[in-house]
């Protein structure tokens, strides 16, 4: 048994660290032949001028020449040269000496040596946590991306071992420590003060490294199929309910504003009556052949006269 969890803890481990740590892995940079090219031409510059102006060949010239040469070599390959956004790291026997750069500098053949070449530029690292259940119990996976950029090159090489490693492995561990201290709600709708809380953690670590943590955004948060159809449902129930309520609210409105039409209309008729005739003219532009009118209206209508119907009959009436 001692055998078979022995193996599984293996496999698990061996799996973990076949994962990449980033998503998008850095990319590498074109080589740079001008440094090399500048050696060559001095290379062969020494070359020309040793057999120009050197004396005639003789065993004790020749060896001088060689050792003129080989002079030139060394101190040619002492040339190095970093661009504007790197610093390189130099120790002198083993021991810290100073950071160069940018630009071309020398070093003393031998004794110094470039270490590593550090980049200040900002960094963009994709990274996310892997399955981490969240305060009530919703198995999530949430992707992220971190900004940062190394403000002390001597610092990111002498403090930590590989600093970029560092960064995202903190990066990952403030992921889910923030996932396992908030509800999925917190992360749909207040995703911006995760984002606060996981820059904010990581910086506190890399401060002493000489590297900033500037943001850090969630791009993604991936949650099981199943709780995807009821986040749906529920999102749907509260849509509708939200529609009802505001449709609730319309109703309520227009109420009040029948309510004081009517307030008017009770005390002042003519308004009431001309109320009643735009409501009729209305209809006789829609074009109706047939108009439904109550009783009270149409017999107040007849007495007024309003349509010079009795004076039409009256009309017909003479004729005959």
Same mark, same amino acid.
């Given at each position: 048994?001692?055998?078979?969890?022995?193996?599984?803890? &293996?496999?698990?481990?061996?799996?973990?660290?076949?994962? +990449?740590?980033?998503?998008?892995?850095?990319? /590498?940079t074109k080589?740079?032949?001008?440094?090399?090219?500048?050696? !060559?031409?001095?290379?062969?510059?020494?070359?020309?001028?040793?057999?120009m102006f050197?004396?005639?060949?003789?065993?004790?010239?020749v060896a001088? &020449?060689?050792?003129?040469?080989?002079?030139?070599?060394?101190?040619?390959?002492?040339?190095?040269?970093?661009?504007?956004?790197?610093?390189? #790291?130099? %120790?002198?026997?083993?021991? !810290?000496?100073?950071?160069?750069? +940018?630009?071309? !500098?020398?070093?003393?053949?031998?004794?110094?040596?470039?270490?590593?070449?550090?980049?200040?530029? #900002?960094?963009?690292?994709?990274?996310?946590?892997?399955?981490?259940?969240?305060?009530?119990?919703?198995?999530?996976?949430?992707?992220? #991306?971190?900004?940062?950029?190394?403000?002390?090159?001597?610092?990111?090489?002498?403090?930590?071992?590989?600093?970029?490693?560092?960064?995202?492995?903190?990066?990952?561990?403030? %992921?889910? &420590?923030?996932?396992?201290?908030?509800?999925?709600?917190?992360?749909?709708? /207040?995703?911006?003060?995760?984002?606060?809380?996981?820059?904010?953690?990581?910086?506190?670590?890399?401060?002493?490294?000489?590297?900033?943590?500037?943001?850090?955004?969630?791009?993604?948060?991936?949650?099981?199929?199943?709780?995807?159809?009821? %986040?749906?449902?529920?999102?749907?129930?509260?849509?509708?309910?939200?529609? /009802?309520?505001?449709?609730?609210?319309?109703?309520?409105?227009?109420?009040?504003?029948?309510?004081?039409?009517?307030?008017?209309?009770?005390?002042?008729?003519?308004?009431?009556?001309?109320?009643?005739?735009?409501?009729?003219?209305?209809?006789?532009?829609?074009? &109706?052949?047939?108009?439904?009118?109550?009783?009270?209206?149409?017999?107040?209508?007849?007495?007024?006269?309003?349509?010079? %119907?009795?004076?039409?009959?009256?009309?017909?009436?003479?004729?005959?």
């Open positions: 048994m001692a055998k078979i969890l022995n193996s599984a803890a &293996n496999n698990a481990r061996t799996s973990t660290a076949a994962q +990449p740590l980033v998503k998008n892995e850095r990319r /590498r080589p740079d032949f001008t440094l090399a090219l500048l050696r !060559f031409i001095i290379l062969m510059i020494t070359a020309g001028l040793i057999l050197g004396p005639s060949l003789q065993p004790v010239s001088i &020449n060689c050792a003129v040469f080989l002079a030139v070599l060394l101190l040619v390959f002492c040339i190095r040269k970093v661009n504007e956004w790197d610093r390189a #790291i130099v %120790l002198r026997w083993g021991r !810290f000496h100073k950071v160069r750069g +940018p630009g071309l !500098f020398f070093l003393v053949p031998l004794a110094d040596r470039v270490t590593q070449t550090v980049d200040l530029r #900002i960094r963009v690292t994709d990274f996310s946590a892997q399955e981490t259940l969240t305060q009530d119990s919703v198995t999530v996976t949430v992707d992220a #991306i971190c900004f940062w950029l190394v403000w002390d090159p001597q610092k990111a090489i002498l403090e930590v071992e590989d600093y970029e490693d560092a960064v995202v492995l903190s990066s990952k561990t403030a %992921l889910r &420590n923030a996932i396992s201290s908030h509800d999925l709600s917190t992360f749909l709708e /207040r995703g911006d003060l995760i984002e606060k809380q996981i820059q904010e953690e990581v910086d506190k670590k890399t401060t002493e490294w000489g590297i900033t943590v500037q943001f850090v955004e969630i791009t993604d948060i991936q949650i099981p199929g199943e709780l995807q159809d009821s %986040l749906s449902r529920v999102a749907q129930a509260e849509r509708e309910k939200k529609a /009802r309520t505001l449709l609730a609210e319309a109703e309520i409105e227009i109420a009040k504003k029948l309510e004081e039409a009517v307030r008017i209309y009770a005390n002042n008729e003519p308004a009431m009556k001309l109320k009643i005739l735009s409501i009729l003219n209305e209809g006789l532009k829609a074009g &109706n052949s047939m108009m439904l009118v109550p009783n009270s209206i149409a017999e107040e209508l007849k007495t007024k006269d309003i349509f010079g %119907l009795e004076a039409l009959n009256e009309l017909k009436k003479k004729e005959l």
